[in-house]
C-alpha cells in the first residue's frame, strides 16, 4: 500500500477530464486507507475541486493562475514542483495526455528521479509502484519500477476503473500561489489551433468504424462515413492513412495516436499492425473486414469478414440500418 | 550552427508480429535471424528536421550521435549518408542496460563535450521501449528547453519555432537555442541517400568515447545507480478467435455479420 498518491488533474472545458478520474480511482485502489492528492492546475480550475474528492481525493491542491491559462512546459514545471513539495508524496501520477507526456519526464528528471510512461496496469509491492506498459510497438508488455523518489508515471487513457462518484465524500481543498518567475520562462506558446470533432469524440466514441490504407484513396471514406453515421460512431484512422494526409491527424488510432476502448471497433481495410492495435486492442469487440484473411486485425477480432471492402461496405450499412430498424 | 541528432539502433519493427520473440529469462528481444538491426523511425526523422535546416542553412554543421554497440555505427553511416557531417559512437560495456535517467547523462555529457551545440534533436520516442523520456532528459540535464513532438521545425536569429502535434489539434511554440526538440512522423518522410552519398558517407569521421571518455564510470553508468528497472518483458496472449462470417455472395456475409453484431446487441 501507498501512504499517499498525488494525482495530477487536468480540467476541460470547465469540467474535470475522464482520465483524472480514472487515475483517482486508481489511486484510491492502489492507496487503501492512505491519502489521494488531487493537483489542479490552470486558470479557473478551482471550482472542480469539489468533482475530485467526490471520485476520491481526500486533499485536492488548487494552482489557479492567470499565467496558467495554457499548458507551458515552464510556468507548469514550476507549478509542479510546488505541488509535488506541498503534497510531498510518494507517487505521482499524471495522465498520458499531452500534458502528462511533456511535464512527467522533466518533473522527473528535475527530481532525479525515474518515470514509468503510458501504463496501463498499476500494482504496489510493497511500497514500491510496478507499472506495466506496451513497448515493441504494442508487441510486448513490460513490467518497470522506479527505485528513485518520487516515483512518477503517467497513465493510459481507459486503462483504470474509476470510483464510484460520491458527492457527500469530504475532503480539503489548499490554494498555493503559483508564483511563476517570468525569467525562468524561456517557452513561448505563439499560437494553438484545435481540431474540433464534429459528432461523437473519438476516444469517447463506443462505436468507432476505421478505415485504412486499403481503401486506396480519401475518395473512399465515404462508406466509413456511412457506415458510422449509421450505428451513431466516431471515425477512426490507420497512421498510412493519416501520413498520406487522407485524414486528419486527430483521427489516428494506435501508440501515436489515440487510445480507444469502444464496446464495437470496426476496423475496415486495416492490415492490423501491432502499433495500429496498441491503440484499439482495449476495445471490448473487434470487427475487421479485409480482402487478405491472414492479416493481423483477423488475430484480434471477433468476427471477420474475408472480401474486398467495395464489395461488403454497402451491403453492410444496409443490413445495419435495417437492423437498428427492425 | 551545430545541430546533434541523436540516433539509436533499434531491431526492425517492421516484422510480422508472428515472428516477434522475446527470452523471457533475460527479459530481452530476441530478433528473428537475418533481419538486421535499424536506425528507430522517429531518429531518421529527426536527421531529416535537422538536414532541411542544414537546406535552408548551408553552414550548419550536424554531428549524428549514437549510443550503443559497435554496431550501432551502421545507423551512423545511413544518416551520414542523409546528409549529416560527422558521427560520435558512443559505446562502452557500462553503456549496456542503462535506465532513461543513464542513457540521457551519457548523451548529455557528450553533447557538452562536443561544445558549442546549439541544437539537439531526438525522436519523440524509441521504436523499442516507446518511452519518450529522453529528449526531456537531455534538456533539463544541460538545463536547456525542450520542444516536444514536433511536426515542423524551424530555427530563425537564435530562436527554435516548432510545431508541436497534439491530440486535438496542433501549437506553435518558441524558445531560444540552445534547446532540445524531438520529432514526430507527421515532419513527413526522411529523404533517401543516393549512392554517391552513401560513398562520401564512408569517408566521413565518426569519433569513438567511451564511459571514461566522457568522465563517467560505475558509479552513475552501475545497476546500483539506476532509477527504473525492468521487471519483467513478456509478450501479452490474446484468446480471441475470430468467427469469419459465411455466404456465397458479399452481401449475404454483410447480411450475416449484420446478424451476429445485432444478436450480441452490439448494435
Ligand atoms: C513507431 C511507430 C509508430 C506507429 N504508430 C502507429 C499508430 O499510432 N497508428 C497506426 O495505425 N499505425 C502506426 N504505425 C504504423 C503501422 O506500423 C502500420 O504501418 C500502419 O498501421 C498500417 O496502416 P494500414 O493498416 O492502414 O495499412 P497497410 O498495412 O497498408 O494495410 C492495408 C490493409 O488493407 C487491406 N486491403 C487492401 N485492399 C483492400 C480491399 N480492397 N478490401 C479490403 N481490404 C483491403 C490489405 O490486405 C491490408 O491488410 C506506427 C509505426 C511505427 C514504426
Redesign the pocket.
Known amino acids: 500500500m501507498a501512504s499517499s498518491i498525488l494525482v495530477v488533474g487536468e480540467v476541460e472545458e470547465g469540467r474535470l477530464a475522464t482520465i483524472t478520474a480514472e487515475m483517482l480511482g486508481a489511486a484510491r485502489r492502489l492507496s487503501g486507507d492512505g491519502t489521494v492528492t488531487c493537483a489542479l492546475i490552470g486558470s479557473g480550475v478551482e471550482a472542480s475541486g469539489q468533482a475530485a474528492i467526490a471520485l476520491g481525493a481526500d486533499e485536492v491542491i488548487v494552482v489557479d493562475d492567470a499565467a496558467l491559462a495554457e499548458y507551458n512546459t515552464d510556468t507548469y514545471l514550476q507549478a509542479m514542483l510546488k505541488v509535488a513539495e506541498q503534497a510531498s508524496a510518494p507517487i505521482i501520477l499524471f495522465g498520458q495526455t499531452d500534458m502528462g507526456r511533456d511535464l512527467a519526464p522533466r518533473l522527473a528528471f528535475r527530481l532525479d528521479t525515474g518515470v514509468i510512461m503510458d501504463t496501463i496496469e498499476l500494482a504496489m509491492d510493497g511500497d514500491r509502484l510496478q507499472g506495466t506498459r506496451p513497448c515493441y510497438?504494442g508487441n510486448a508488455r513490460a513490467i518497470n519500477v522506479v527505485r528513485g523518489d518520487p516515483q512518477i508515471a503517467t497513465v493510459r487513457a481507459k486503462s483504470q476503473d474509476l470510483a464510484a462518484e460520491d458527492s457527500s465524500r469530504q475532503g480539503t481543498v489548499t490554494k498555493i500561489d503559483a508564483a511563476i518567475d517570468q525569467s525562468a520562462v524561456r517557452v513561448k506558446v505563439i499560437e494553438r489551433s484545435g481540431v474540433s470533432a464534429e459528432g461523437v469524440r473519438l476516444e469517447d466514441a463506443d462505436v468507432v468504424v476505421s478505415g485504412?490504407?486499403?481503401l486506396?484513396g480519401p475518395e473512399n471514406f465515404d462508406v466509413i462515413e456511412d457506415l458510422a453515421s449509421a450505428l451513431g460512431a466516431a471515425v477512426g484512422a490507420?497512421?498510412?492513412?493519416c501520413d498520406l494526409e487522407w485524414r486528419p491527424v486527430s483521427e489516428?488510432?494506435?501508440?501515436?495516436?489515440k487510445v480507444v476502448s469502444p464496446t464495437l471497433y470496426i476496423a475496415v481495410?486495416?492490415?492490423?499492425?501491432s502499433?495500429?492495435m496498441?491503440?484499439c486492442s482495449g476495445s471490448k469487440n473487434i470487427v475487421a473486414?479485409?480482402?487478405?484473411a491472414d492479416?493481423n486485425?483477423f488475430k484480434a477480432a471477433r468476427f471477420g469478414i474475408v472480401e474486398?471492402?467495395?464489395k461488403v461496405m454497402t451491403p453492410l450499412i444496409e443490413a445495419v440500418k435495417q437492423e437498428k430498424g427492425g | 550552427m551545430h545541430i546533434v541528432v541523436c540516433v539509436k539502433q533499434v531491431p526492425d519493427?517492421d516484422i510480422p508480429p508472428s515472428s516477434f520473440k522475446i527470452d523471457e529469462a533475460l527479459n530481452q528481444v530476441v530478433p528473428p535471424p537475418g533481419v538486421a538491426a535499424v536506425p528507430s523511425?522517429?531518429d531518421t526523422i529527426g536527421v531529416e528536421a535537422a538536414m532541411r535546416l542544414k537546406d535552408e542553412a548551408p553552414d550548419t554543421k550536424v554531428t549524428i550521435m549514437s549510443m550503443g554497440a559497435e554496431s550501432a555505427r551502421d545507423v551512423i553511416k545511413h544518416s551520414l549518408a542523409m546528409g549529416a557531417d560527422e558521427g560520435v559512437l558512443l559505446t562502452d560495456a557500462l553503456f549496456e542496460n542503462l535506465d532513461w535517467y543513464q542513457i540521457s547523462l551519457v548523451l548529455s555529457t557528450a553533447i557538452k563535450k562536443l561544445e558549442g551545440v546549439d541544437l539537439v534533436v531526438c525522436g519523440r520516442q524509441a521504436?523499442d521501449w516507446d518511452m519518450g523520456v529522453a529528449g526531456s532528459g537531455i534538456a533539463e540535464m544541460l538545463d536547456w528547453p525542450a520542444l516536444t513532438i514536433g511536426k515542423q521545425v524551424k530555427v530563425s536569429d537564435g530562436t527554435l519555432s516548432v510545431e508541436r502535434v497534439l491530440m486535438d489539434g496542433f501549437e506553435t511554440v518558441e524558445a531560444p537555442l540552445p534547446a532540445v526538440v524531438t520529432v514526430s512522423n507527421e515532419l513527413g518522410e526522411p529523404r533517401y541517400p543516393k549512392l554517391q552519398q552513401i560513398m562520401q558517407a564512408a569517408k566521413k569521421q565518426v569519433t569513438i568515447w567511451a564511459a571514461a571518455d566522457l568522465g563517467l564510470d560505475d558509479s552513475q553508468l552501475g545497476a546500483g545507480a539506476r532509477k527504473l528497472t525492468l521487471e519483467k518483458l513478456y509478450v501479452p496472449v490474446s484468446n480471441v478467435e475470430c468467427e469469419f462470417m459465411e455466404g456465397d455472395t458479399p452481401e449475404e456475409m454483410a447480411q450475416n455479420l449484420a446478424k451476429k453484431l445485432a444478436e450480441a446487441k452490439l448494435i
Open positions: 510497438g485504412g490504407r486499403g486506396g490507420s497512421r498510412a492513412v489516428q488510432v494506435g501508440l501515436t495516436g481495410a486495416i492490415s492490423g499492425a502499433q495500429h496498441a491503440g473486414i479485409n480482402k487478405d492479416a486485425i474486398d471492402f467495395a | 519493427w523511425q522517429f521504436v
